[in-house]
Nanobody, 122 residues
Framework: QVQLVESGGGLVQAGGSLRLSCAAS????????MAWFRQAPGKEREFVAAISWSGGTSYADSVKDRFSISRDKAKNTVSLQMNSLKPEDTALYYC????????????????WGQGTQVTVSS
């Protein structure tokens, strides 16, 4: 059974940093695109960042230059380093995976984790 398990969320002050991790099990995702999405209360889930099997990346404009996505194929993990956090970054962050290339649409992802909460206080 395929599982994606996120960790690393928490409460941080504005300007601080957090590092989220996503561990995949049940199959290898070394040839898959891995991504992070987030959903704030009362809002739609939105794309944050993605990394392809070859290392190509894509970021939402709102997090570009502040967030960095990376992956460790050997460990079947993907991470999201979040710096200069803002209160508007507060959301439930989800890890997702798909077997094809990068897309920013959540509909394109086959596998999802349960999410990890990130709360940024002002």
């Amino acid at each position: 059974q395929v599982q994606l398990v996120e960790s690393g969320g928490g409460l941080v002050q504005a300007g601080g940093s957090l590092r989220l991790s996503c561990a995949a099990s049940g199959r290898t995702f070394s040839s898959s695109t891995m991504a992070w999405f987030r959903q704030a209360p009362g809002k739609e889930r939105e794309f944050v960042a993605a990394i392809s099997w070859s290392g190509g990346t894509s970021y939402a404009d709102s997090v570009k230059d502040r967030f960095s996505i990376s992956r460790d194929k050997a460990k079947n993990t993907v991470s999201l380093q979040m710096n200069s956090l803002k209160p508007e970054d507060t959301a439930l962050y989800y890890c997702a995976a798909r077997t094809l290339g990068i897309t920013t649409s959540q509909r394109g992802y086959n596998y999802w984790g349960q999410g990890t909460q990130v709360t940024v206080s002002s």
